[in-house]
């Protein structure tokens, strides 16, 4: 009766006539989640037309893809994804997409290939590469370098102009990745303690130099089972976080168990890990995400509000 | 095993949410055991699970419209309800198709729902639950549902008691049957609604059913079987948490199997019906 697993979408590729329209010269982007489909459109300017598969608000490790996206795929010019299993790895969604339109191996590419893998921390000793790269802003200056040369190996007409729009965005990620240096920087060593609910900042916590906890180590397996709970609680006991951060798309109800055990506060807004914020929530763009998160981040570890560039 | 019970003492001394976890699961488990022995008295098995997956579209509202989620779930599971019995008075289809009817309807307009709210709520909270996780709102309206429940019981204890075993005979003593059956049924879907945080909707109705089932089979009095049902739903509930804490498994899940085991020991071995003691007496 609750064969609800059953109901996953059916997506066999419907491979339409309207699919390989070109209405105009812009170069067609599949880009498979918010943040990088960002990115894409900050250097491609007008130049490209950029289609998120993944919305806000969904889960990029699991999804399924829609009839939008399969129609989109099948006329697209450039494939982008991330990497590292954000899209599920080599028996994930991604690639099904990927292999039900017949993309060409030529203009697929992996965004985050030139970064050095992290791993999360499995108790049974295996190694899983962690996806969260891209929440350091460090790494998002490989990315962009690597968006920069995906457009141009597809689109070698316009090269110059993604050069050079590439380039004026890796400025202000360098600064960012700066302030991020300076920020944390100031914030004495017993102080600069971390803790949410997905082990996603490993990244941003190795470069900038905090101490990571966290409840579990990917959204996609169990959250929240009496292990993970414990092995939290302990963290939070040991090393006296200030507060306790939630991302904007994980079930908040672990973290307040735990903050109930512990007593350290939950600290609100939440942060944002896998997504970009909605439009309003001054986290639309991955700039304005990398310094809504210093900016709460320190916030929370610091108390202090006083935030200036 | 000695040890590591010792070892769940340990922890539940240490740790809050383990505590409200057992709590939850004991006073939920005694109001679905109670429950349950009407359920399937009645024949309302699978009326428990269709208002157990027909909750689905109310709990996504109720996250649209930034209420509780309890609200809508219980305003969507006594919409099947009803939209169950409507079917089934008012056109030659049987309940089992009214109920199949209805339950998948709903279940898919939820899900349709939850996929278009994009939601971060995962589905999964909603489709499993963890009691290990429940906030304290939710534990409160867990204790304070549950009372209301069981006082409904006690209070209506002979009403239903008449209506379940003979309903024509209540009707014929002047009883008000229709205001019982729909008692019951507000009963049915406010216990599920709550323990949607424990277990989740798929397994629902396996704790709301099988303790009651496995009571009948063991005794022949509504009384003894409400006794005997809580005693093994409260067991079960404690092992299960127990077993769930020591070996780090899904709490829901381990519930649900050590109340299953329960069922298949008394299936098998019990002195009045037990397929094991009908072999052997049919061999002497």
Known sequence: ?309 | MGQSFFEFFRYLSEYAFLQNALSVSIVLSVAYSIVGCFIVLRGLALMGDAISHAVLPGVAISYLLQISYFVGAVVFGLMAALGIGFVKENSKIKSDSSIGIVFSAFLALGILLVTKIQSSVNLNNILFGNVLTITNEDRILTYVVSGIVLLAVALFYKELLLTTFDETMAKASGLPVKFINYMVMIMLTLITVVSLQTVGVILVVSLLITPAATAYLLTNKLSSMLWVSTIIGVVSAIIGLYLSATYNLPSGVVMVLAVSCIFVLVFLFNRKTGLVWNKLRLRI
């Not at chain 1, 130049?47 to 399969?70: A, C, F, L, M, S």
């Not at chain 1, 916590?205 to 292990?227: C, H």
Request: aromatic share 10%.
């Open chain 1, 1 to 309: 009766m609750s064969s609800i697993f059953l109901l996953t979408v059916m997506f066999q590729s419907c491979q339409s006539d309207e699919a390989t329209i070109h209405t105009d010269d812009k170069l067609k982007v599949l880009s498979s989640f918010s943040i990088l489909t960002e990115m894409v459109e900050a250097i491609g300017g007008d130049k490209v037309i950029v289609h998120n598969v993944v919305p806000i608000g969904t889960d990029p490790h699991e999804y399924q893809p829609r009839p939008n996206d399969i129609r989109f795929a099948s006329g697209a010019d450039l494939f982008v994804y991330n990497g590292l299993n954000l899209e599920g790895g080599e028996k994930g969604w991604f690639t099904k997409l990927l292999r039900s339109v017949k993309a060409d191996p030529n203009k697929i590419f992996k965004i985050a290939d030139q970064v050095t893998p992290l791993y999360l921390t499995e108790k049974d000793g295996s190694k899983e590469v962690n996806p969260h790269a891209f929440i350091s802003p460090h790494i998002g200056i490989i990315m962009a370098e690597a968006v920069r040369d995906a457009l141009k190996t597809v689109d070698p007409a316009h090269a110059g102009f993604y050069e050079e729009t590439a380039s004026e965005y890796i400025l202000k990620l360098t600064s960012i990745d700066k302030l991020y240096r300076q920020k944390f920087g100031q914030i004495p060593e017993a102080q600069r303690v971390f803790i949410a609910s997905e082990q996603a900042f490993q990244y941003l916590a190795k470069e900038y130099g905090l101490k990571e906890g966290f409840i579990w180590a990917i959204d996609t397996e169990e959250n929240g089972s009496p292990e993970q709970l414990m092995h939290a609680i302990e963290f939070v006991r040991t090393y006296k976080p200030a507060v306790l951060f939630v991302e904007s798309n994980v079930d908040t109800r672990p973290m307040k168990a735990i903050s109930n055990e512990t007593g350290v506060p939950i600290y609100s807004p939440a942060i944002f890990s896998d997504e970009l914020g909605r439009p309003g929530q001054g986290a639309d763009t991955y700039l304005k995400y990398l310094e809504y998160n210093l900016k709460h981040i320190y916030h929370g570890l610091t108390g202090n509000m006083e935030w200036s560039k």
